[in-house]
């Protein structure tokens, strides 16, 4: 049994990393949040230490490490742009850690992590969940035993609506977040780098507060990409459904199913990690790269082989064009 904290226990993703830990039968030692609406872990840990300072979680942990209770690893739930330093820190306490998606905003973040892997003799790791879904291993499989010279042509779009807390908070700041690509695309650039090779020719078309839409050249693969956090994207059959989210690949105009299966990935990704093959820092590096340079890309409009949802009007940012 390991001795687990958590970093950002009253996040979003925050209990599924709970369930996590409980469902492979660990413990939960120490959590920290800035925010203390953590009734959640009643559910799961009642007895475990919670701070709402990180100096006295840090003072916790290192106090634990002379006894039964030495943290082994460290779960990071924080915003996006925290968890460089958060990484950091676990590896520092002498535990191996656990990071959220994205594992960073920039590549060049990744070399310096690997870095502190080194000084510390620990591990990071990284939750990269898509990889684990039973279909889409089956569609790499599929991929891999096809035909070798075969570029193929796929359409991702990818609208989970979000009100407008979301410009309030750290999400709708691309300092903290990294812009909608970051912030709900990465795992998505992540599992088709991952099946169909590595990026060629990354072109953006369309990109606002709300939205991002562009074409990605892979190895073996024509991306055209849709992403949106606006309700008034999602196409009819989602609305009359009464579906705030709506994903769907398209690979040489057929349909790819993969709405079911994504309930225990986490756990299976904890699973992994802790039988030694999880997904290491550098397994993060495609899907960075990919995110960092659609964030800092220039669009280039309606040219070229653009996804037909990228045609929607723009909307005025709620607050005003800009932050």
Known sequence: MK??????VAGYIAPRHLRAIKDTGNQLVAAYDKFDSVGIMDSYFPNCAFFTEMELF???CSKLKKTAERVDMVSICTPNYLHDAHIRYGLRLGADVICEKPLVLNPWNIDALEDVEKET???GYTILQLRLHESIKALKKKIEEGPKDKVYDVDLTYITSRGNWY???????ERKSGG???NIGVHFYDMLSWIFGPVKENIVHVMSHDRVAGFLGLEKARVRYFLSINADNLP???VQGEKRTY??????????EFSQGFTELHTESYR??????GFRIEEARNCIGIVHDIRHATPIGLKGDYHPLAKLPLVKHPFGWGR
């Open 58 to 60: 840090d003072r916790h």
């Open 272 to 277: 992994k990690i802790l039988a030694g093959e």
């Open 121 to 123: 003799g620990h591990k």
């Open 180 to 182: 909608v690509a970051t």
């Open 3 to 8: 001795n687990f904290a958590l970093i950002g």
């Open 167 to 173: 410009y309030t908070s750290w999400k709708g700041d």
């Open 236 to 238: 009819e059959n989602a």
């Open 247 to 256: 994903r769907s690949i398209r690979i040489e105009g057929e349909e790819f």
